[in-house]
């Protein structure tokens, strides 16, 4: 008699457990490609750009206007990665890179600087270059 019950208990569980496996998929409408945006946002295909700095060694780096980029500023100590120009700012460490996503659509070029936990002055991690972007082939 309780392996009938222990039965019918296991049986009660598991068909509780598929109806809550199935009420909780989404819906054919849920999993649709999400709507493109028509905004007036410049066209970028493929993953973003990476750009690195590495503040023993100041650079150039050059992006197109309107190309996404994933910027990293590499440090040999604690502090902050600034990119005055367009406002940002991120902390680094010798093993966490300070990183920024950036997409800039006006060419220009923007310093960027990496200011040091302790009282040591700014110092200069590079320059980043956005040039016009060439026409479209």
């Known amino acids: 008699m309780h392996l009938r019950r222990a039965l019918l208990l296991f049986a009660v569980v598991l068909g509780l457990a598929a109806l809550a496996a199935v009420l909780s998929q989404p819906s054919d409408d849920a999993r649709e490609e999400p709507a493109v945006s028509t905004a007036a ?7 973003p750009a990476e750009v690195r700095f590495d503040v023993s060694k100041p650079r150039k780096r ?7 980029a994933e910027v990293y500023v590499t440090v ?62």
């Open 76 to 137: 040999d100590r604690p502090g902050q990665a600034v990119i005055p120009d367009l406002g940002l700012s991120a902390n680094a460490e010798p093993l966490t890179p300070a990183r920024f996503d950036v997409l800039v659509t006006r060419p220009g070029r923007y310093e960027v600087r990496f200011v040091p936990v302790d009282e040591t002055p700014d110092v200069e991690a590079g320059t980043l270059v956005v040039k016009e972007a060439g026409p479209e082939a």
């Open 62 to 68: 050059t992006v197109l206007a309107g190309q996404a």
């Open 41 to 47: 946002e410049p066209a970028v295909s493929g993953a």
